[in-house]
Every structure is written in structure tokens, then in C-alpha cells.
């Protein structure tokens, strides 16, 4: 009996495996596709400066695949870097957030800027610096409007052909902010080393304010170790006017999330822009 149950077990076990490699192959061979056949999208998310003095957005990839359907960046992402995919399409989303911060920088009244996430893979194997003056170039985007996103293992690397990426684009006047702070593994020594100017604080860190003391006595702590190193705060996921009524109290100096608003097409982002504007 027990022998028949095991056989069962393993027989299911190995079709469960044969079926996950064969979705697996075909979200890799879509991928492979997605970029060409023009699948990809980029949709931008509202940044709210608390003292209301400047006004941005995040760059933020989008996949509708043919034959899958909607696909979360938390699952092609890493895949496309595993597979070099995120060379082009990194390339690509520059452009595009680039192309179009331009246009909302010049229809602005508020100092704008636009923030695009750049992976490990991009550091390690292109010159990112080479590119995004490129970039700049081409779309006319002054390069302060311009803030990376890189998160805390691009830093854990440590190695001289990414630290000079990085200063590099400082000396060009492009910010670097730390997405996702406080869910890597790595020392907090790179706060100093790197020429960085803005840190996100991680929404595991933000949705359980302002009730959770734990929470509360982190974020509060980051916001004032950040200000001593002349960082700016963004803080990721904010839900609910309580949650920003405490990061206000606590001098974050940025907010983004639902409660602004979710991610927008670049036609949806132009309205909220001009509503902004309006009514400062
Ligand atoms: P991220 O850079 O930390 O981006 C923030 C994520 O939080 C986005 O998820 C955004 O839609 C989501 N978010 C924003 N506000 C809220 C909120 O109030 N509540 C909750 N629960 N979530 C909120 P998204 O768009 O699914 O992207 C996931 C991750 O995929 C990003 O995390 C980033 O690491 C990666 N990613 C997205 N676009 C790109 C890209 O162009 N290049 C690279 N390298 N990575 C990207
Ligand atoms: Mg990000
Ligand atoms: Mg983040
Ligand atoms: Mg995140």
C-alpha cells in the first residue's frame, strides 16, 4: 500500500516537473519574442514630493504576451536576466522613459524627474554610463531629470568596472537611488563608498505603519540615518493616508504608491501631471 502511494507520489512528481519545465520553455521562447513583436510596455507611477516642490515618476515594465497574457515583471524580470533579454529591454525602457519625461519636464511647472530601474546583469555587462549618455542625447532629457534605481547586490559587488559605471553618471548629474533598502543582505558600508542620492524604503517596511512599533522604530530610523548622509527618502507602497500622514511626521521626503496613485499608461500619467500643475 504504502509502496503504491510512494509510486503515486513520484509519478506525480516527475509530470509536475516535465510540466513546469514545459511552461517554463514557453515563457522563455514568448520572452524571447516579447521585445520584437512589440509586447512590451512601459507605465510610469507617480512619486509625490511631501513638500510638494518637485514632482516625478517611476519607470515601470510591462509584458501582455500573446499567447500568456499579462505577465508580472516579478517573474519575466528575472528570467530576463538569467536569458541577456534585459540588455535590449533595458535599453529599450531608457529610451522610452526618457523619450517621454522630455515632454512632461517641459510641461511641467515643478522641477520633474523620472526614475528607471536598472538591473545587476545591465553593470555587469554593459557600460551603463556609455548608454544613458546616449540616451540623454538623444532625447534631449537633462541628466538631473534622470534618477537609476539599482538595487543593493549591484553594490554588493564591488567591483571597479561598476563603481566607475556610477561615478560616471554622477559626474553627469544622473541621481542613483538604493531600491527595495533593507531587503538585501549586504553591509550598509557601501552608504558611503557609492555616490548615491536617494534611498527607497522597501513596502514590507511601509504596510503594517503606522500600527506596528517594530516598523515604526525602522522607518524612523532610516529616514534620520538617511538625512545624516544626505539622502533623500522615498518611501515605496504607501496605501493609505495614515500610512502618509506618519512618513510626513517622520520628514520622509518622498511618497509613491496606491494611495497617489497605481501605475499609469504615459496618455493617463499626462492627465495626473496636468491636474498636479493645476492645482499648485
Ligand atoms: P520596484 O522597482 O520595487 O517597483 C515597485 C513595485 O511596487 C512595482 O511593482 C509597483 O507597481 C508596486 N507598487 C507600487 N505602489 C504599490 C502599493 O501601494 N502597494 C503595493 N502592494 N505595490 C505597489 P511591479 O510594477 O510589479 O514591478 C515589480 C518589480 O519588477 C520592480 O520592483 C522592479 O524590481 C522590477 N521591474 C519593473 N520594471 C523594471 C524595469 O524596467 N527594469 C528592471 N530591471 N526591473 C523592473
Ligand atoms: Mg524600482
Ligand atoms: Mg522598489
Ligand atoms: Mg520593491
Known sequence: KAKEHGRNCFQFYTSAMHENAKARSLLEGALHKALPNKEL????????DMQEERIGCEALLRWRSEILGDVSPMEFIPISEELGLILAMGEWVLYQACAQAKSWYEQSSKPFFVTVNVSSTQFKRQDVAVLVAQVLRDTGLPAKSLTLEITENVLADNSDHILRQLRSLRGMGVELAIDDFGTGYSSLS???RF???KLKIDKEFIQDLPSDAEDRALVKAIISMAA???LKVVA???ETIEQLG????????????YYHSRPL??????????RFNESR
Do not use: M, R, W
Open 190 to 192: 557601501y552608504l558611503k
Open 195 to 197: 555616490p548615491l542620492s
Open 228 to 230: 545624516n548622509l544626505n
Open 236 to 238: 515605496e507602497g504607501v
Open 246 to 257: 506618519l512618513l510626513k511626521q517622520l520628514n520622509c521626503d518622498f511618497t509613491q504608491g
Open 41 to 48: 510596455s512601459v507605465v510610469y507611477q507617480p512619486i509625490q
Open 265 to 274: 499608461s504615459a496618455e493617463d500619467f499626462t492627465v495626473y501631471l496636468a
